[in-house]
């Protein structure tokens, strides 16, 4: 089963990820910060990151820069979410190390096509 790990310091926004990737079937964990993030990339193998970028104490443009540093850590895709709708926010995201940027709201089809396509999965 493949794991992925969401990054978001709203708790209603990780409860509604978790259901939608849950009932896909995906393995989820959760993190509020890329902080607390970093910690469990150290400690637990991803398949996959789901990271918003305006979070308290690291925020996920630096989430990522740090996780894509770290050579002896797994290198897997990640999908940065958020509400910046900016071409300049986007671009950020990709300077950062993200491999799709998707705006908030999500629409549960939309996100496991994504999830799916980046982990490599054929689309039902």
Do not use: C, W
């Not at 190390?97 to 980046?118: C, Q």
């Amino acid at each position: 089963m493949k794991r992925i790990l969401i990054v978001d310091d709203a708790a209603t926004v990780r409860m509604y990820h978790r259901a939608i990737l849950e009932s896909a079937g995906y393995a989820v964990d959760e993190a509020v910060n890329g902080i607390e993030a970093l910690e469990k990339a150290l400690q637990f193998t991803y398949d996959l990151y789901l990271v918003d970028v305006n979070m308290p104490k690291m925020d996920g443009y630096a989430f990522l820069r740090e996780l894509r540093q770290h050579e002896d850590l797994p290198q897997a895709p990640a999908v940065m979410i958020s509400t910046e709708a900016e071409l300049v926010d986007r671009t950020k995201a990709y300077e950062a190390g993200a491999n799709f940027y998707i705006l908030k709201p999500t629409r549960p089809d939309s996100l496991t096509g994504h999830v799916r396509v980046l982990l490599g999965e054929p689309q039902p």
